[in-house]
């Protein structure tokens, strides 16, 4: 069976002893590092490669940039932040928008859309 790796990386070191006391003794999960500062956390997840990040929440509620920086490089991780003022978590996780567009169904109408793949492509508003 295959754990489940978490990386934890909340400042608070109360939240950081009360999730470790909560998932440690959990035979699914491996806790596979523990982060103080925030500027090492985009190295840990490389290194680790964690299922899951669990991080502390902003006041606002709001994706914090840090969360937004490790989704933009590791879109397979899950993030999630804990308050610790509040009664508050939050669970974030990277998504695929897909979208498509008819092309011409013919050589040419291929080859267009390889060749469309390389500009940008005009998203409607």
Avoid at 76 to 97: G, P, T
């Amino acid at each position: 069976m295959s754990r489940i790796k978490v990386l934890l990386a909340n400042r608070p070191r109360l939240i950081r002893e009360l999730v470790m006391a909560t998932i440690s003794d959990q035979p699914d999960i491996e806790i596979v590092g523990e982060i103080q500062e925030e500027v090492q956390i985009s190295k840990a997840v490389e290194a680790v490669r964690p299922d899951f990040l669990i991080v502390a929440l902003e006041k606002s509620n709001r994706l914090s940039g840090i969360c937004q920086t490790v989704l933009r490089s590791f879109p397979q991780i899950q993030i999630i932040a804990i308050s610790s003022d509040r009664n508050s978590s939050m669970c974030y996780w990277a998504s695929l928008h897909i979208e498509s567009h008819q092309i011409e169904c013919s050589e040419a109408g291929v080859l267009s859309a390889i060749r469309e793949k390389t500009r940008p492509m005009n998203r409607p508003q």
